[in-house]
């Protein structure tokens, strides 16, 4: 028909504006990416893997370990098995991974002897401070025993030597403090056994006269009282404090 369109130029006119035909339909393009947003699919594990991230042999990947499974045989709260120390901690004072832990007790040892008397109990605790294991710690100790470096024995009777006569102790007060230094009780006694009462009078006696000049301004009832009160302190008895106190009234101290 004149002036009429070819059924070409219809189905030309009948496309969108912008599309040229055997484009892709915009709306086939939205529909696919809606339904694969709705419904991600599911990664299953490849061959070979295991549930988890597990490996084959129970390996973990990145030097993960199993559920409650720590590290270097540790126990449940960081314990450790007797006598060994954390991977890669040394015992104090070794520098050397490889260093001999005997030879660094022993270097401890002496530093401390070298400073001034030790008891066992005092170097053991040094050395167990130090992360020295137990074991080396008693074989190192015993050795030094061996050659009399360390002697209780001798070290309480210097002990009490020096101390009821310079620093006026009593034989109380030196027990307590032998006592606390870790010295068998057999050995406290024996080396107090030397004290005599006369002994124990005039350490009473060197203290009064030391502290009684600074109590000079005070009345009689009070001075005396505070003298009584300091002495009981240093674990003196009632008799010896008794009759040091007299003495002291006497000489009108």
């Known amino acids: 028909m004149a002036g009429g369109r070819s059924s070409s130029e219809w189905s030309d006119a009948r496309q969108p504006r912008g599309r040229r035909p055997g484009d892709p339909d915009p709306g086939g393009e939205r529909s696919t990416d809606r339904h694969s947003t709705d419904h991600p699919s599911t990664d299953h594990p490849s061959h070979g893997e295991q549930p988890g991230g597990q490996q084959p042999g129970g390996q973990q990947p990145g030097g993960h370990l199993p559920s409650g499974q720590l590290p270097g045989g540790q126990l449940p709260g960081g314990q450790l098995p007797s006598g060994q120390l954390p991977s ?6 070794a520098t050397d991974p490889d260093a001999d832990p005997a030879a660094v007790a022993r270097s401890i040892v002496v530093r401390k002897l070298t400073a001034q008397d030790r008891t066992r109990h005092e170097l ?13 710690a008693e074989e190192v100790l015993d050795r030094f025993e061996e050659i009399g470096l360390v002697d209780d024995e001798s070290f309480a009777r210097r002990w009490v030597e020096s101390r009821q006569v310079r620093r006026h102790r009593s034989r109380t007060m030196l027990r307590r403090e032998l006592a606390g230094k870790g010295v068998d009780r057999a050995v406290v006694e024996e080396a107090l056994a030397r004290v ?10 060197a203290y009064v006269e030391k502290v009684a000049g600074s109590m000079s301004g005070l009345d009689p009832a009070v001075r005396r009282r505070r003298l009584a009160d300091r002495l009981a302190r240093r674990g003196f008895g009632a008799e010896t404090i008794g009759r040091i106190l007299k003495d002291t009234d006497d000489l009108g101290l």
């Not at 890669?88 to 004072?93: A, D, E, I, N």
């Not at 002994?199 to 009473?204: I, K, R, T």
């Open 88 to 93: 890669g901690q040394l015992p104090s004072g």
């Open 124 to 136: 053991a605790t040094a050395l167990a401070g130090k992360n020295v294991p137990r074991e080396v």
């Open 196 to 205: 005599s009462t006369e002994d124990e009078s005039a350490a009473a006696r």
